[in-house]
């Protein structure tokens, strides 16, 4: 069985002061969840503040990006020595990244195997365009994207892999992914690659979550598929309202 996992990516969202009044919104509701892994992503800037008001809870910190290397001249960047002193996860390779900040497949790449060095379990997020989906090309695109981005990882290391389905056209749209589409790619085509890579026993192990525009209403559509283990939640996450029942959907 593969414990529910829901992680909020707050984004270029919160301001210290804003983040620590979010986190006492959100803390009561979220505590008396049981049955389900609760990940915060807040800005580098706020994860010491919320990685404080978690301490002695079961929610853990991710971050939201790192760079590969340990340290060195690399101005702006944090490395995830820096990451693994505050946070379990690290969410790698979203697709704004891929879209702004110009990631690839090889240097997300660089980034899972620097999460895997470090002891930090890396969120792999892959997902197709607009126009590769009206191509007909998500399957292609899906598995290029694992196929690169885990080249020579040995997963067995991690303990707790994430490969988060993110259709770049359902990232903060309101248009979500029909939950059957969901389970579908997550299930026929992600799961069944990295069976193909690793095996089918590690595969029926890695939890896969969906993301992109999940919202309290239709959290629990997501979660009722075989296939799909939790959510990567973006913009409902900054809200209390839309976050805590999503966490409880995953409960069932
Ligand atoms: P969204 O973002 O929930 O706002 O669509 C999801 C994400 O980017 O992880």
Known sequence: MRRPFVAGNWKMFKTVAEARALMVELLPGLMAIQGVEIVVCPPFTSI???????????????????????SGAYTGEISPTMIAEFCKYVIIGHSERRAYFGETNLTVNRKVRAAITYGLNPILCVGETL?????????????????????????????????????????????????EDANHVIGDIIRRELGQIFGDNLAQEVRILYGGSVKATNA?????????????????????????????????
Not at 142 to 161: H, M, N, R, W, Y
Not at 222 to 230: A, C, E, L
């Open 48 to 70: 010491l503040p919320v990685a404080a008001a978690l301490e002695g809870t079961s929610i853990c910190v991710g971050a939201q990006n790192m760079h590969w290397e340990e």
């Open 131 to 179: 126009s590769e989906n009206e191509a007909g090309l998500t399957q292609e695109i899906v598995i290029q994207q694992l196929k690169e981005g885990l080249d020579g990882i040995d997963f067995t290391s991690i303990a707790s892999p994430i490969i988060a389905y993110e259709p770049v056209w359902a990232i903060g749209t309101g248009r979500a992914a029909t939950s």
């Open 220 to 252: 629990g559509e997501f979660f009722s598929q075989v296939d799909i283990d939790g959510a990567l939640v973006g913009g409902a996450s900054l809200k209390p309202f839309e976050f805590i029942p999503i966490v409880k959907a995953a409960v069932g």
